[in-house]
């Protein structure tokens, strides 16, 4: 079944350790990107990859970092998160090109006490 | 920038009406859009891609169109479903970076 899983689903942490939300997709897509979703916010673009060893910032990157060492996997990591990262994380993962029908996972619900 | 409103914010409607629901977005220099539905603390299901050379897309009672030198997209959902209740979202892929922009979504209620 083409998916893209993410881990955990839930995770409660503490200001100033360090987490990792993995993100994975099985369709061979080249793009991959995290968006996070707070109320009366909406979805807002973290990171974006377009291919292996290539990403780069998108609109709120400020306390995350990412890696794309292999084509399937995109992890964000919160290297000290704070309370203001509590939200609801998505990965997404496309085709380039015209038709980039964009797939999400199913949301990595993080609070940061 | 590239913004992207949708509205209504909520919608409800009773079980069987036909319903629309729109989008509309400032900048027509987009590759795509699509349309997404959410249910509550839930994934994004993918409901709809419409590319930018197209005018419409139909998947089982639900069609979108886009406009897109208007700046203007719509999903029309027919014969509205109890289970068809949750919160639609609209975005528009552009850029060199094929971001989704999107909408803060309709939340569609549909009553028995």
């Known amino acids: 079944e083409a998916q893209v899983t993410q881990n955990p689903r839930y995770l409660i942490t503490v200001t100033g350790k360090k987490l990792t939300v993995t993100c994975s997709q099985n369709?061979?897509?080249?793009?991959m990107s995290w968006y996070r979703q707070d109320p009366g916010l909406g979805l807002r673009q973290i990171y974006y990859?377009?291919?292996?060893?290539?990403?780069d910032k998108g609109d709120v990157p400020e306390g995350y970092k990412v890696s794309r060492k292999e084509k399937r996997n995109f992890p964000l990591i919160l290297e000290s998160p704070s309370p203001n990262q509590t939200s609801l994380y998505f990965c997404?993962?496309?085709?380039?090109?015209?038709?980039?029908?964009?797939?999400f996972g199913p949301g990595t619900r993080l609070t940061v006490l | 920038k590239q913004e992207v409103t949708q509205i209504p914010a909520a919608l409800s409607v009773p079980e069987g009406e036909n319903l629309v629901l729109n989008c509309s977005f400032t900048d027509s220099a987009i590759y795509n859009l699509q349309w997404f539905r959410q249910d509550p603390g839930k994934g994004l299901t993918s409901l709809l891609l419409?590319?930018?050379?197209?005018r419409e897309q139909t998947s089982g009672r639900l069609n979108a169109s886009l406009d897109k030198s208007s700046g203007r997209s719509t999903l029309y959902i027919a014969a509205s479903q109890p289970g068809d209740s949750a919160t639609y979202l609209c975005?528009?892929?552009?850029?060199?970076?094929?971001?989704?922009?999107f909408g803060k979504g309709t939340l569609l209620t549909v009553n028995p």
């Open positions: 990859s377009m291919n292996v060893e290539v990403t």
């Open positions: 419409i590319q930018s050379s197209q």
């Open positions: 997404a993962s496309s085709r380039q090109g015209d038709y980039n029908e964009q797939f």
């Open positions: 975005a528009v892929i552009g850029g060199s970076n094929y971001k989704l922009t």
């Open positions: 369709m061979n897509h080249e793009y």
